[in-house]
């Protein structure tokens, strides 16, 4: 697609469940990046993929957050006995490298809202 | 540790005016990039610019225009002849680091523009 694409667009949950966050990123870019936005908030880093790897996970919260991509293509983020602090917009970014003087910028998909009640 | 402020938290002018968003950063870094991105009500991220710090020069986009001042690291973007289609919440952002690294954004809380018509 022209974009990235973010699924679900909405997803609530009960506190101590299970959740899964899709990212589908930009065709051909190789970095992929996760986001949390609370609300009035400008969004935090919580990770970055180079490929498959993530390269740095600085920013996940807990080791109850955990993301993958496995194909260094989509990625998923998971989230272990969810939280009601945990709800936000989870926000996925790809660039091309970013390590690159010329790299794009990161662009942004609309977002998973994630309630957890 | 790096910081953005964006002091305005809500700005409401009128159709064909023109709004300036203040931005102020704080890094120990000496090659780092800035960012605004655009936040309309559909949640996507949308990019506008990117500086980096060598690069003082104002840049003007159609009715967008920044300027970047070093010595009062400010990195201030001004609508002129703003319209409805602006409303939006604005964001800056920072990142550092040498090589061009722009993955870890420390972004703002946002401005809330809202243009009245």
């Known amino acids: 697609g022209a974009g990235v694409s973010q699924t679900p667009s909405n997803k609530v949950t009960e506190k101590g469940k299970y959740v899964e966050l899709r990212c589908d990123p930009i065709?051909?870019?190789?970095?992929l990046y996760w986001y949390r936005q609370s609300l009035g908030q400008g969004p935090e880093f919580l990770i970055y993929?180079?490929?498959?790897?993530?390269?740095?996970d600085s920013g996940l919260p807990n080791d109850r957050f955990f993301a993958v991509r496995p194909e260094g293509s989509v990625s998923t983020l998971k989230i272990q006995r969810t939280e009601r602090g945990d709800s936000a917009v989870y926000l996925c970014?790809?660039?091309?490298?970013?390590?690159?003087?010329?790299?794009?910028?990161?662009?942004f998909g609309n977002g998973t809202r994630l309630t957890v009640t | 540790a790096q910081k953005v402020t964006q002091a305005q938290t809500e700005i409401s002018v009128v159709e064909k005016e023109d709004v300036t968003l203040d931005c102020v950063y704080e890094t120990r870094d000496t090659t780092y990039y800035l960012f605004w991105y655009k936040q309309p009500p559909s949640g996507e991220l949308v990019f506008l610019i990117r500086r980096n710090s060598f690069d003082e020069q104002n840049e003007i986009s159609g009715r967008y225009s920044w300027n970047f001042q070093k010595s009062t690291s400010s990195f201030n973007f001004t609508i002129t002849a703003s319209q409805v289609v602006d409303s939006a919440v604005y964001f800056c952002?920072?990142?550092?680091?040498?090589?061009?690294?722009?993955?870890?954004?420390?972004f703002g809380k946002g401005t809330l523009l809202t243009v009245n018509p």
């Open positions: 065709s051909g870019h190789t970095a």
């Open positions: 993929f180079q490929g498959t790897g993530a390269a740095d």
């Open positions: 970014a790809s660039s091309q490298d970013p390590d690159s003087s010329y790299n794009s910028p990161l662009h």
């Open positions: 952002a920072l990142s550092g680091g040498s090589g061009g690294s722009n993955y870890k954004l420390t």
